[in-house]
């Protein structure tokens, strides 16, 4: 299959091609066709299955080209005609390169907008109109509150990840958002995982819509491969280094819980001559993205990161991500071992895991539907053992030892029937 054979025009595919994109994922073969036509779409698709290319491409035909006749199309001050709405600005700043590299050469305007960095450049930016706009939830409502972006142009709305924009609380500000746009558009939801509320959402926004599924919603990618090592908490930072000694991982990814937990590891590799820069929440956003950056470049060997940088992280190619702390929320080991083995290259995801994990792990393997392989390191076996579990997500409990007391009346009474069983047979 090819991409002109997907409706896309003659510009857009050569664009493609020149990105060494030569065919579509399953992603993209199914939302491309879908959304040209005008319709909702409902897909299951997490980050690295291309799901970036199968919602902006189309939609850039659709602003640019009704008739496969590139047009630029007028559009007002301070409106907007598509918003892609994102959980985190790494992601925002992604979705928005990717666009920008997609429509290379048709006459759009694009923007990207988040909280953490001056809003007068984004006010200034708005005023002559834009035709795709990728913005989070949170500086969007402010900017509109300034009357600084409107929304009776929107004719398509894009929720990417709306899974994580509901796990970090953007729901009533997507409620508030929802009120103001046009009720007649095109309505696009895009979520790794589907919980309850994604699809109470999706009953609320969606019209009919196609429903897609890249892979099986709640499950990790295949690709990977995934184990655990089990060790003692105290152990893990000096695992850890062992590991990134011991494998050929030219890069990793690092998820810890903390963001003291991020900056005690990073401070500890500096130490040990290892490369590495940190993404948390506490870092401005141009530290934040200059440490992507870093990364991405190949600067830095190791990226340690909370949860916030989990999602949208777009690195080709990355060996290993290595989960030092489980992650609360079961859904955010998928997301995690996303960055990893994408676009169908190999990968690992290894999670090192002490005692008081259990429960996340558990969950982890209930929600994935997978018992996740036990490999011990030679050096680092746990004094606290991990409890045994099963992909149904239980904690497989030992046989209880009787209690102490108990053991020794049933010892006695033991002791008794004996006496008299030998006293009967005198
Ligand atoms: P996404 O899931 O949108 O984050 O995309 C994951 C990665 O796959 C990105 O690095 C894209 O540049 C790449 N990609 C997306 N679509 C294709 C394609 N059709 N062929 C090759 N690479 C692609």
């Not at 429509?103 to 923007?111: C, E, I, K, Q, V």
């Not at 991405?296 to 060996?319: M, Y």
């Amino acid at each position: 299959m090819s991409f002109a054979s997907l409706g896309l025009i003659d510009q857009i595919v050569r664009t493609l091609a020149s990105q060494s994109y030569e065919k579509p994922t399953p992603v993209q073969a199914q939302a491309i066709p879908a959304v040209l036509a005008g319709r909702d779409v409902m897909a299951a698709a997490q980050t690295g299955t291309g799901k970036t290319a199968g919602f902006a491409v189309p939609l850039l035909q659709r602003l640019t080209s009704d008739d496969g006749q590139v047009a630029s199309k007028k559009v007002e001050s301070n409106c907007v005609r598509a918003l892609v709405l994102v959980p985190t600005r790494e992601l925002a700043e992604q979705v928005h390169d990717s666009a920008k590299a997609y429509g290379a050469g048709l006459p759009l305007r694009t923007m990207v907008a988040y909280g953490g960095v001056s809003i007068n450049p984004q006010m200034m930016r708005l005023r002559k109109g834009v035709d795709l706009l990728v913005a989070t939830p949170g500086r969007l409502l402010d900017l509109q509150r300034q009357n600084a972006v409107r929304f009776n142009a929107v004719q398509a709305l894009v929720l990417d990840e709306a899974d994580r924009m509901l796990d970090l609380g953007f729901s009533r500000d997507i409620d508030k958002l929802l009120a103001l746009l046009p009720k007649k558009r095109q309505t696009l939801l895009f979520s790794a995982t589907f919980s309850d509320p994604i699809r109470a959402l999706a009953d609320k926004l969606l019209v009919d819509p196609v429903r897609i599924e890249a892979s099986p919603a709640n499950t990790t990618v295949k690709a990977i491969r995934q184990w655990i090592v089990p060790v003692d908490k105290k152990r893990k930072p000096e695992l850890f280094l062992h590991l990134l000694k011991t494998r050929a991982w030219s890069q990793v990814l690092a998820f810890v819980k903390t963001r003291k937990g991020v900056d005690a590891l990073v401070e500890l590799l500096e130490q040990k001559g290892i490369s590495a820069d940190s993404i948390h929440g506490d870092k401005p956003q141009p530290a934040r993205l200059r440490a992507f950056e870093r990364f991405k470049a190949g600067e830095v060997r190791v990226l340690v990161a909370t949860d916030v940088a989990a999602r949208g992280l777009d690195i080709d190619g990355l060996p290993a991500v290595v989960n030092v702390d489980l992650p609360i929320v079961a859904e955010d080991y998928v997301h995690r071992s996303g960055r990893t083995g994408r676009a169908g290259a190999s990968g690992e995801a290894v999670s090192l895991v002490c005692a008081d994990e259990v429960q996340q792990l558990a969950a982890i393997e209930a929600l994935t539907k997978q018992t996740l392989q036990r490999e011990e390191e030679p050096g680092f076996e746990p004094e606290h053992r991990v409890p045994q579990t099963n992909a149904g997500g239980q904690i497989v409990k030992k046989p209880k030892k009787p209690k102490k007391g108990k053991a020794e009346r049933d010892a006695r009474a033991d002791a008794k029937v004996v006496q008299e069983d030998v006293r009967f047979r005198r």
